[in-house]
C-alpha cells in the first residue's frame, strides 16, 4: 500500500534553515508529482510546494515561494522541502502528499516549531 514518511522536523529559531524529508512506498514513484503542504496552529491545511515527476518544482504555486524549495530523488524515491529563514508563522505540522487515481495520500506529518 502507499506509505509516506515525513521526518526532519524540530524546534528552530528564526532565521534557522531545515530540510524536511517523506519517504515513499508502495507505488511507482517515477510516475507522479509530490506536494508538501502543512497545517499552523488554528489554520486550514494549506500548499506549500510541488514537483512535477519530471523533477521540476511548479513555480507561484504554495505558500513557499521564495524561502522554500522542493527537490526529489527518484534514486531513494523521496522528496524534500528545504526551508530557509525560517519564520515563527511557519510553525506547524508538514505532511508530504501524492494524489493516486483521485485519491489522496498523506503521511503522518512532521512538526516544525519556529522560536526564539
Not at 528552530?12 to 524536511?20: H, K, N, T
Not at 496552529?41 to 507561484?60: C, F, M, Q
Amino acid at each position: 500500500q502507499v506509505q509516506l514518511v515525513e521526518s526532519g522536523g524540530g524546534l528552530v529559531q528564526p532565521g534557522d534553515s531545515l530540510r524536511l524529508s517523506c519517504t515513499t512506498s508502495g507505488f511507482i514513484f517515477t510516475n507522479y508529482g509530490m506536494s508538501w503542504f502543512r497545517q499552523r496552529p488554528g489554520k486550514e491545511r494549506e500548499l506549500v510546494a510541488i514537483i512535477t515527476s519530471a523533477g521540476n518544482p511548479v513555480r507561484n504555486v504554495g505558500v513557499g515561494q521564495g524561502r522554500f524549495t522542493i527537490s526529489r530523488d527518484n534514486a531513494k524515491s523521496a522528496v524534500y522541502l528545504q526551508m530557509n529563514n525560517l519564520k515563527p508563522e511557519d510553525t506547524g505540522v508538514y505532511y508530504c502528499q501524492i494524489r493516486i487515481q483521485e485519491s489522496d495520500y498523506w503521511g503522518q506529518g512532521t512538526q516544525v516549531t519556529v522560536s526564539s
